[in-house]
């Protein structure tokens, strides 16, 4: 992986976006780059929100199931949340955790981890692919997510956490259902 991870990339769309509509807001997700000068080059092109997706919680089982991602250190996810907290302000990035690989109360001590920092966390069922290295995997029993959704969602309230706050795809109920229990 490149040091920008992408960013020259995003910077590209994100201004040929920009030079048609000057005030939608512009996600960008990916990982967090190496340096915070990369992020600072999306938002000076007009990127207004981000997703560093951490994914699993888990060290060990990080590494297992997002090798690549793996190498980049939920410290420097952090990094990067603070920095897109400081430059752009509050609610403008957030991190996804797929339940149904890794224990249930993992995946919960991360969302509290990372929603006591101020992040909302989208939990995302896994369901495997056909075809993939994990298609044989048992998809999130619906039981756990909800036992997983009820739990972050009192973390949501504790900290304040409200997914409308947020731009991009963490304002979207679409995909994760910790909303219902706000």
């Given at each position: 992986m490149t040091p920008g991870?992408?960013?020259e990339y995003f910077v590209e769309c994100i201004r040929e976006i920009r030079k048609t509509v000057k005030k939608i807001p512009i996600w960008v997700e990916?990982?967090?780059?190496?340096?915070?000068?990369?992020i600072q080059m999306m938002i000076d092109a007009g990127a207004d929100s981000f997703g560093f997706n951490i994914e699993i919680w888990d060290d060990d089982l990080r590494k297992e199931v997002c090798p690549g991602k793996s190498a980049i250190s939920k410290e420097r996810y952090f990094e990067a949340f603070d920095?897109?907290?400081e430059k752009i302000g509050k609610n403008r990035a957030g991190t996804v955790l797929?339940?149904?690989?890794?224990?249930?109360?993992?995946?919960v001590e991360g969302a509290k981890a990372m929603m006591q920092k101020g992040l909302m966390v989208?939990?995302?069922p896994f369901k495997p692919w056909d075809g993939s290295e994990y298609a044989g995997k048992e998809p999130c029993n619906p039981k756990d997510l909800l036992w997983i959704a009820e739990r972050t969602a009192k973390f949501m309230k504790k900290y304040?956490?409200?997914?409308?706050?947020?731009h991009g795809c963490l304002n979207c109920p679409s995909c994760t259902i910790g909303d219902a229990f706000l």
């Open positions: 991870k992408g960013t990916m990982c967090p780059p190496d340096e915070n000068r990369y920095y897109v907290a797929i339940a149904g690989l890794e224990p249930k109360e993992s995946t989208c939990i995302l304040g956490i409200n997914p409308k706050n947020y």
